[in-house]
C-alpha cells in the first residue's frame, strides 16, 4: 500500500496532508497523483463521490503551478456553487502552507463585483461555475487565456445540467497545449464526447468499474401505492432511530413540501434546493453538518455540494429522471470506508426502473417489506433501553437522588423500569396501535396505476416528443393544469407525436371536459378515452354525447389555458434553473403533530 510520500508531493503538501489527518492514499488519488505529477498530459478519472477525486487533482495543481506569479494558470469549473464552494475550501486546506497562494470561488448568488476584485488580487486559481464564469469572461472580469491546467470536475452532472454550450465558450477561452483533466462518477456518452473534443489522447483511469455503485453501500427497495409515499417514509426513519440521512426528490417543490411535512410531524428535517437563498443554504448545510438535521431532504443538483462522511442512509423518495443519477445518490453514503444504504420507494409501476439501474450498477437490489407499527415500536424501546445502559453517569444528579429515592420508595425494580420505558414506548404504540400494511406485493399490487383494473380511465392526447415533453413533464403538467394530485395522473406513456395517461374513472368527466375546446398554437389539442393497455397501441374511442357528435365546441376556453408548452415541458431548462435563485424560502419550522417527536442526536 503506498504513502502520500510515495506520490512524489512537495514538503509542503505532505505537512498539510499530516495536519488534516489522510493516512494513505484513495485509490483514485494513488492512480491519478504520480500520473499528473510526472507528465504534462490529459487525463479522464472515473471514480464514485467520496472517493476523494478533490485531492486527487487538487495536490498535482497546487504542486505544479508558480505561486510566486499572479497570473491565473489553474481552472476549475463544477456543477453548483455548493461544490465550487468546498472545492475551493479543500485546496485551501492543502495549500496551508504555499506562501502566497491565492484560491477564487466564482459562483452566482454573490457579488460578481467582489469576486472580480480577487480574481485581479492574483488568483493562481479559479474554481467555478459554468454560469458565472461564462459571465464573468463576456465582461472581461477574468482572463484564463494563460491557465496551464483545467478540469472538470463532476462532469456528466454538468452535462446532465445543461452545460454543454457554457464549458465549450468558456474552454474556447483556453489555450489548446493545457492540459486538461476530467472527473466524473459515471462515463454515458456525453461525458465520452466532451473527452473526445477537448481533449488529446487522455489517459484514463477507473477506480471500479464504468457506473458501477460502490461496495460500501447496499441497495433496497420498499414497495407500496404512491398515496403511502410519504407514510413509507416516516416508518422508514421510525424504523431507524439514529438515522443521518439525505432525502432526494425530483423537483424543487416537493422538495420543500416534503421537508415541511416531516418538520410538522416532529422530524429534524430540512430541505436543500435551488430556490433557496445562498445564505438560506448555508444556514441549511450548517445544521446538516452539526447534527442538528437529521433528514436533509434534496434535489440532486442541490446534493451536489453535500460532502458529508457520516450519512448512513440516502432515501429515494422518488427516483431519478435518468439512471446515471441513482449513481451519485447512492454515492452519499459509504463514504470514507464506512458503509451505508440506499433506500428506493417505488410503486409497482417503477420496478421496471429497479432492473434498469441493476444493470447499470451491476448491483442487485433486496426487496424489503416496511416495518409494521408494532415492530417500530419495538425498535424504538430497544434503541431508547440501549442508550440508557451505555449512558455515562452524571454524579451532579447525586444531590437529588434523595428526593427522587423517596418518591419511588414502593416502587419495585420492576415496576420501576416498566414506568421509566413506557414514557417514550406509550408515545410510539398509541401512534401506530391501528398501523395498516403498506407494502405492496408485485404479483398481486392494488396500485391503481394498473390500466387493467377497472377503476381507471386510459386517455389519448395528441402531443407527444415532438412538443418537447417526455413522461414526467407532460404528467408534471397535466396534474397542474387539471388541478389534481401528484398521483392523480399516472401511467404516462409519451410517443413521438401522441401520448397516454391514466386517471381514475371518477375523474373522467373532469379530464375531457377540460380538454373539449384546449388550444395549442392555433390547433386543438385532443384528449379522448382510449382503449390502449399501456402497450402503446393508438386504438382509441372518441367520447360523444347522446346526440352521437363530438363534445368539442367551436367555442374557445379562455386564453388562461392557451400555453400547452408551457415551461415545465423542459427537462433542460428545469434542471438549470436548479442551479438559480428566484426567490427565497426558508424550511421553516411548522406545528407539532399527534406522531411522537424524534429526539435530537
Not at 151 to 172: P, Q
Not at 277 to 299: E, P
Not at 552 to 557: A, E, G, N, V
Not at 558 to 563: A, F
Request: hydrophobic share 35%.
Amino acid at each position: 500500500m503506498s504513502t502520500f510520500q510515495d506520490l512524489g508531493l512537495n514538503d509542503d503538501l505532505l505537512q498539510a496532508i499530516t495536519d488534516m489527518g489522510f493516512k494513505t492514499p484513495s485509490d483514485v488519488q494513488a492512480q491519478a497523483i504520480p500520473i499528473l505529477l510526472q507528465e504534462e498530459r490529459d487525463l479522464v478519472a472515473l471514480a464514485q463521490t467520496g472517493t476523494g477525486k478533490t485531492a486527487a487533482f487538487g495536490f498535482p495543481m497546487l504542486q505544479k503551478i508558480d505561486i510566486e506569479s499572479r497570473t491565473t494558470q489553474g481552472l476549475i469549473l463544477s456543477p453548483t456553487r455548493e461544490l465550487c464552494l468546498q472545492i475551493a475550501n479543500e485546496l485551501n486546506l492543502y495549500g496551508k502552507y504555499c506562501k502566497g497562494l491565492n484560491v477564487v470561488a466564482i459562483y452566482g448568488g454573490a457579488s460578481i463585483t467582489d469576486q472580480a476584485k480577487s480574481v485581479k488580487k492574483g488568483a493562481q486559481i479559479i474554481v467555478a461555475t459554468p454560469g458565472r464564469m461564462k459571465d464573468m469572461i463576456s465582461r472581461n472580469m477574468v482572463d484564463i487565456s494563460k491557465i496551464e491546467y483545467s478540469v472538470l470536475d463532476e462532469a456528466d452532472e454538468m452535462l446532465n445540467m445543461g452545460f454543454y454550450e457554457d464549458i465549450t465558450d468558456i474552454l474556447s477561452h483556453t489555450p489548446k497545449d493545457k492540459s486538461t483533466w476530467l472527473f466524473s462518477a459515471t462515463m454515458p456518452k456525453e461525458v465520452a464526447t466532451i473527452a473526445k473534443k477537448f481533449m488529446h489522447s487522455p489517459i484514463e483511469i477507473t477506480v471500479g468499474s464504468k457506473n458501477v455503485g460502490s461496495d460500501q453501500v447496499s441497495h433496497e427497495y420498499y414497495l407500496v401505492n404512491s398515496r403511502d409515499r410519504y407514510a413509507a417514509l416516516k416508518r422508514l426513519a421510525d424504523a431507524n432511530p439514529d438515522i443521518f440521512s439525505v432525502v432526494f426528490c425530483r423537483t424543487k417543490r416537493d422538495t420543500q413540501k416534503v421537508a415541511e411535512k416531516l418538520i410538522e410531524d416532529g422530524y429534524n428535517a430540512g430541505a436543500l434546493h435551488g430556490d433557496l437563498s445562498q445564505n438560506q443554504r448555508d444556514l441549511v448545510m450548517k445544521s446538516f453538518r452539526n447534527n442538528q438535521i437529521q433528514m436533509l431532504v434534496a434535489t440532486d443538483v442541490a446534493a451536489r455540494g453535500i460532502d458529508v462522511d457520516d450519512i448512513t442512509h440516502v432515501i429515494n423518495y422518488q427516483l431519478p429522471d435518468e439512471i446515471e443519477t441513482y449513481t451519485h445518490r447512492s454515492g452519499r453514503t459509504g463514504r470514507a470506508g464506512k458503509t451505508g444504504v440506499s433506500m428506493v420507494i417505488v410503486s409497482k409501476s417503477e420496478l421496471r426502473k429497479i432492473k434498469s439501474i441493476e444493470r447499470i450498477i451491476k448491483k442487485n437490489f433486496e426487496q424489503k417489506e416496511i416495518p409494521s407499527g408494532m415492530e417500530i415500536c419495538e425498535v424504538q424501546l430497544m434503541s431508547l433501553a440501549n442508550k440508557v445502559h451505555n449512558t455515562e453517569i452524571n454524579h451532579e444528579i447525586d444531590e437529588y437522588l434523595e428526593n427522587i429515592n423517596q418518591l419511588f420508595e414502593d416502587t419495585t425494580k420492576d415496576e420501576l423500569i416498566k414506568k421509566f420505558f413506557s414514557v417514550e414506548f406509550t408515545r410510539f404504540f398509541n401512534y401506530y396501535q391501528k398501523a395498516s400494511d403498506l407494502n405492496v406485493s408485485a404479483q398481486h399490487s392494488s396500485e391503481r396505476d394498473s390500466s387493467n383494473d377497472g377503476n381507471s380511465t386510459r386517455y389519448f392526447i395528441n402531443v407527444g416528443k415532438k412538443d418537447g415533453y417526455d413522461w414526467m413533464s407532460l404528467k408534471d403538467f397535466l396534474k397542474e393544469v387539471l388541478e389534481l394530485g401528484r398521483d392523480d395522473v399516472f401511467k404516462v406513456d409519451v410517443k413521438d407525436s401522441f401520448s397516454f395517461f391514466n386517471t381514475e374513472k371518477a375523474l373522467q368527466e373532469k379530464v375531457l371536459s377540460f380538454f373539449t375546446d384546449f388550444k395549442y398554437n392555433g390547433r386543438f389539442v385532443n384528449v379522448e378515452v382510449s382503449e390502449d393497455k399501456g402497450r402503446g397501441t393508438s386504438r382509441r374511442k372518441r367520447r360523444r354525447d347522446g346526440g352521437g357528435k363530438s363534445r368539442r365546441s367551436d367555442k374557445p376556453r379562455s386564453e388562461r389555458r392557451s400555453g400547452f408548452n408551457n415551461d415545465s415541458g423542459n427537462r433542460s431548462s428545469r434542471r438549470k434553473s436548479e442551479g438559480k435563485s428566484r426567490r427565497s424560502e426558508s424550511s421553516g419550522s411548522g406545528k407539532m403533530s399527534s406522531r411522537p417527536r424524534r429526539s435530537r442526536r
